[in-house]
C-alpha cells in the first residue's frame, strides 16, 4: 500500500511493488484458483470450493463493487448517499430485463411476452422494454439508466447547493419514491415480486455451474478493475480536488473551482459502478425485486464503507466482505440477534473507529513502526 | 317556504285522514276474512286495504297469517295458538272447533306479508327499528304504500325520521302513474342530500318518457350532485387535515431535535412506535385492573407514553448522540442502528405481529355533517390532539425558561454557554422534549392505524420530508409543511391512486428543494456555509 499523504509534490504510482503482488495474487486467486477448486477438485475433497461458496462471495463482491462506489462519493467528496440501493437496483433491472426475454416460450404461459405480462393480461410488450431483446442494449441500460438518472439529479441537487444531510435524506426520499413506483404492477417490471426464474444468459443455461463460475470470475475482475480506476481516479488531479471539496468546499470555490462538475462527475461514476454491480448481481442470485430499494439496503452500503474505513478504498471492501459475512453466519447460527449486532455495529463504528478497521490497521502499523525506529 | 307550507298541509290531511280511518273500527270480522280466505289477487288487496288503517290488532293478525297461525272452520277465522283458539278481531279466547283447516299462502302472499309487515315496523315504538323499516322502503318505493307513508309521516314525531320518511314519500310517488305526482317527487327529491337519492333519480330517469318531468329529474339530479360535490371535496380536505395533523405529530418532535439541534435522529420513528407500544401496555393495565373506567385509558397513557420515549431519548442522547455534535452523517447512522435494536428488541418483547390496541368507545363512530360526509371521532381526536400539541411546544419554547435556553444554544452555543448556560444539559432536555413529543404522536397513532414493531418506518422518511420541507429550526415551517403535504396528497390521490400520489408528492418535494434549499422558511444569516 502506498503511503496516504495528501500534500505530495510528484504524483504517487498507483500501487506500490508490494501492493502490485498483493493485486496480482488476489487476481490469480479470483481468476484461476477459484474456478479450479470448484469446478476441477473432487467434491469430496477438503480442497473443494462449494457452489454455496460460489455464490455468496459472487454476491459479496457484487457489494463490495457498491461499497467502493461508496467510498468514492462519501469517503472521497464527503457526500452521504442513502440511494445508491437505487441504483445497484436499476443495474440490476435492466440485465433483468434481458432475461426475462431469454427465458422465451419457456414460461409457464409459454408466451413471447414475460409471465408476469401474461398475468396482467397484456398484449404488447410496453415502450420501455423495446430493446430488451438484445445484449448489447440492455447493457448499455445498465450504464445508461443509473448513470442518466444520476446526472439529472445530481445535476439539479449539486447546482442548487444541496449539501450534507440535506442531500442525504434527499436521495433517501428518491429511492423511497422509486420503490413505490416498482412495487406497482402498472410500472412494467414485475411489481412485487419482480423478475425471477431465469433460463439463460447468451442463450446458455445461466443456473450451469460453469455459468455460475464464469460469472463468479468476471465480477471478480471487475471488482477488482474497479479499485484501480478508482486508485487511479483518487490520486489523479481531480481526486485531490474532490478530497479538498469534502474538506473546505467554500474554500475551494474560492479558490477558482466550480465544484459543482467535479461533484456531478463522481457521482454519476459511483451511480454506474453500482448499476454494474447490480447487473452482476442478479444473474448470480436469480432475482431482483423492488426491495433492493428500500431505503434500509441503501444505508447499508454506507455501514459496509464505515466499517471498513472511509477514504481508503482498500477498507470499504474489507468492509462489504465483513459485514456481509458476518451476516450470512448470524442469520443463520443467530436470526433474533443480526440486528441487534447490526446495530451495535453502526453506533460503535461510528463512535469508537471513525477511520473504520483499515484505519486501525494502519494506526498499529504505525505505531509499531514508530517504537521499531526508537 | 312554499314547500313547508304544503307539507304541513300534507300532515293536516293526513292526520284527518287517520282521524276518519280511527272511527271506524280497524280490523272488522269482514276484513280479517277477506285478508285470509279467497283468491290471491282479492286477498293481497284486502291485505292493502287493511294496512291503511293499521292498528295493532291487524298487525298481530298478519304476523299470524305470515306465520301460518291462523286456521279456518267452515266461514271463521281463528288465531290458534297453544291448541287455544282467539278471535282476530276481539282477541277473545273462543272453543277451539272441531274441524279446522290450514289457509294457503302462496310465495306471492307471503311477499306481499313480509311487505305488509315491514310496514307495519313503521310504527314500532323502537326508533331504530322504524329507522330501519323506512330505509327498506326508501330502497324499494312502491306507489301503492302511499297512504301507509302519508300515515306513518303524521304520527312520526323524530325530526330526523321524519325527513327520511318525506324522502320515501317522494321516492314512491317517482313510480306513480300521474305524470304532476312524477313532476311533485323530483322537485321534492331535489332537496335530498342522499347518495341513495341520487341513484333513485338515475334509475327513473332511465325509464321516464315525459320530457318535462325528464327535465326536472336532471335539475334536481345536477343539484343534488353539487351538494354531494360540496360534501366530497369537504371530506378530503377533512382527511388531507387529518393526514396533516398526522405528519404533524410525527415530525413536531424531529423539528426540535433535527431543526433546533441539528441532530438528524433516523429513531426517531422508533420512538413513536415505543410511544405507541407504552398505549398498548396501559390498556392492558387498565383491561385488566381497572375495567371500570377502561374508557379513559388514553387519558393515563398520553403522559406514560411522553414519559417512556422521554426517557428513551435522555438514554440514546446521553449514551451515543452526545457524542456525535457537529458530525450530522456520523449520527445519521449511529441512530439507524438505533432504530434496527429498539425495532428488534420490541420484536423480542411483544412479538413480530401487530398488537391490538382498541379505540375507547367514546372515540368510536362519527359527527355527520352532511349525508355523505361524516367524520370519524378519532379523526376529530388527532386533530384536536395535534393542535393541543402543538400550542404546548410553542408556549413552551417561547414562554418558558427552559425554552430561552433552547433557542439561545441553537443560535450561538458559545455564547450561551459564556452566559452560564449548561448547554449539555439543555441538549439532553431539549432531546427528551423532541423524543417525548414522538411518544405523543404514537399514542395518537395507536388510536388509527396498526401497531407493530415496523410502526416508525413508515413514518420516518414522510416526517424528514416535513421538517425538510417545512425548514430547519421553524416550528411555523413545520405546520404549513404538515398541512400543506397533507391536503395535497389526499386531493392527489383522488385523482391518481395512493402510490402516484406519495411518489407525486416525493418528487414535488425534491423539486422544491431544488428552488429553495431551506425550506419553506429559511433562517436567515450570512454564514457562507449555510
Redesign the interface.
Known sequence: MSSEQLILPTPAPLLSRKGWATFLMVLIAVCLVAPLLNLLVPQSSIFHMSDFAVLLIGKIMCFAICALAMDLI?GYTGI?SLGHGLFFALGGYAMGMYLMRQIGLEGNYKSELPDFMVFLDWKTLPWHWTGSASFVFQMAMVILAPGLLALV?GF??F????K???F???T???T??AM??F??NETGFGGNNGFTDFKRILDIPVTSQNTRMVLFVITGAVLLGFYLFSRWLVQSKFGRVLQAIRDAE?RVMFSGYNPVSYKLTIWVISAVMCGVAGALYVPQVGIINPSEMS?ANS?EI??WA?VGGRATLIGPIVGAFLVNGAKSWFTVAFP??W??F??????A???FL?QGIVGLVRKIIGKNRMEGKA | MVHKTISIFKTAVSIASVLVAFQVHALTTIEAKSIALGETDARIEALNKAMLVADEKTSEFVQAVADDMVKISGDNVFIVKDAKAFDPVTGAEVQLPAALEDIINNNRMRGELDTALAALKLFNKDESIRAAAIQALLKDPDEAKLPLLDKALSAETVLALKSQLTLARAAAMLGSADKSKRMEAAKALAESKDPATQLLLNDRLKIETEPDVKAQLQTSLTKIQSTLGLGDKLGIVFTGISLGSILLLAALGLAITYGLMGVINMAHGELIMIGAYATYMVQGLFRNYLPGVFDWYLIAAIPVAFMTSALVGVALERSVIRFLYGRPLETLLATWGISLMLMQLVRSIFGAQNVGVENPSWMSGGLAVLPNLSLPYNRIFIVLFAVLVLVGVWLLISKTRLGLFVRGVTQNRPIASCMGVNTARIDTYAFALGSGIAGLAGCALSQIGNVGPDLGQSYIVDSFMVVVLGGVGQLAGTVYAAMGLGILNKFLEGWAGAVLAKIAILVFIIIFIQKRPQGIFAMKGRSAEA
Open positions: 462519501w452521504l439529479f439539479f441537487a447546482r442548487s447547493r444541496i450534507g444531510v440535506y442525504s435524506i434527499i433517501q426520499a428518491l423511497y419514491a413505490l413506483l412495487f406497482r467554500t431505503p444505508i454506507a455501514i464505515a433474533e440477534y440486528l441487534y447490526l446495530g451495535a455495529m453502526f453506533i463504528v461510528t463512535l471513525p
